[in-house]
């Protein structure tokens, strides 16, 4: 017996942003909608939405997108935003216009500012992006960085405390841990994610932050072979990579 959800024809095409019920019922018709080699000519139909259906289903001649449970790695280019608070050009540009229209729709798991790179997580699985970005969950994110000035000596020191304050809030930051690369680059891996966290905690540090790059969420690194701008669909290793690293806890 089968656990998958299943859901009409047109309603699963139409949320995935092929168009509307109706356009999804007129390629129906049209003999465009093909599984398992044949086509299905009556939208009303259910469909179990199994994790291979792309791989079973053609949609005007091209396999089916991704049903819903999809999860991306992205590496994230400068000048890119996640969120249209910020301006400037959306991450989701980045992605095919037809995933644009997808409901549920995809989110950043997290978010990276407009002029930082690296590896950026979206989805449109509700539980997921809770497992990842909540509290106690404690997922690490590594950071490289680099800094303007030469480090002074006591920055390991002071981020590893965890009595840190950043400006404006009275709870300290815990413990960060810190790799000296060299006098101006560093690598970072923290265990919480607040506001612009970095970059405000060198500022704090008397020095400023010329270049941030995160290359690794959890036990997730991003890969080299993925270039700036480019995505890639999440594996269940990859998922576990990123929720299974060790914790702080
Ligand atoms: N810290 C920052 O300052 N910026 C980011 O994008 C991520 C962490």
């Excluded at 949320?15 to 019920?21: A, T």
């Excluded at 009303?44 to 791989?55: E, F, K, W």
């Excluded at 409901?103 to 798991?109: E, F, G, M, R, V």
């Amino acid at each position: 017996m089968s656990k998958s959800p299943s859901l009409r024809l047109d309603r699963l095409l139409a949320n995935l942003g092929y168009g509307s019920r109706r356009e999804i019922g007129l390629l129906a018709k049209a003999d465009l909608i093909v599984l398992d080699g044949a086509p299905l000519r009556d939208a009303n139909q259910r469909i179990a939405v199994t994790p291979d259906l792309s791989g079973r289903m053609v949609v005007d001649g091209d396999p089916l997108d991704p049903p819903p449970g999809l999860a991306l790695m992205m590496h994230k280019p400068l000048g890119v935003t996640c969120s249209h608070k910020e301006v400037g050009p959306l991450v989701y540009g980045l992605l095919p216009e037809r995933w644009r229209r997808r409901d549920p729709a995809l989110s950043t798991i997290g978010r990276l500012d407009k002029e930082t790179s690296g590896l950026l997580l979206l989805t449109d699985d509700g539980a997921l992006l809770h497992k990842v970005i909540a509290p106690k969950s404690n997922v690490a994110k590594r950071y490289r960085v680099a800094l303007d000035r030469p480090l002074k000596g006591d920055e390991v020191m002071v981020l590893g405390s965890g009595s840190m304050l950043l400006d404006g809030e009275d709870k300290p930051l815990l413990p960060v841990e810190m790799e000296v690369e060299d006098e101006t680059h560093v690598v970072v891996t923290l265990h919480e994610g607040r506001y612009h966290q970095v970059r405000r905690m060198f500022a704090a540090l008397g020095n400023h932050v010329t270049a941030l790059h995160r290359d690794r969420i959890g036990g997730l690194t991003l890969p080299d072979d993925l270039e700036a701008g480019a995505y890639r669909i999440l594996t269940e290793d990859d998922i576990r990579a990123v929720l299974g690293a060790p914790s702080l806890a």
